[in-house]
């Protein structure tokens, strides 16, 4: 089984940015703690990041991962190219943000790909992207 982790705007200045919302981990280090969790599961995982909205759904749209944990980044507030994406898609995207995007900004409660995520796990930091894999490892081997 081979899951797809995808990163989208800003999360390359994981370690940097506002650490006291973030954290200290860098995304090379979350994608290593993700990936050797998921291997954990029997889950191999691929690794992409792009701050481009239009190479994000290229990578959707050709991945031949069995499912996806997608962190979109600010495009989770409007991007309906990336929602219409998601949408058409035929295998479990879970999407992750590491804060809790309810109880941030006024900008950031609205969510676009909310409602065509199979799931959604927000607010416990790099926990939350566990979270999305064991629940992708549940769905996955049908538990």
Not at 64 to 69: K, L, P, S
Not at 90 to 114: C, G, K, N, Q
């Amino acid at each position: 089984m081979k899951i797809l982790l995808l990163n989208g705007a800003n999360m390359n200045m994981l370690g940097r940015r506002d650490p006291e919302l973030y954290g200290t981990q860098t995304l090379a280090q979350l994608e290593k703690e993700v990936s050797l969790y998921a291997l954990e599961k029997g889950m191999d995982t691929v690794c992409m990041h792009s701050n481009s909205e239009g190479q994000l759904t290229d990578i959707l749209q050709q991945t031949d991962c069995d499912g996806v944990i997608f962190n979109a980044g600010a495009y989770s507030h409007y991007s309906y190219v990336l929602r219409d994406c998601i949408e058409c898609m035929s295998i479990p995207v879970a999407e992750v943000h590491m804060t809790d995007v309810s109880a941030r900004e006024e900008f950031r409660r609205r969510d676009v790909l909310a409602e065509v995520c199979s799931a959604r796990f927000m607010g416990r930091g790099v926990r939350s992207y566990l979270d999305a894999v064991d629940w992708l490892s549940e769905r996955l081997n049908g538990q």
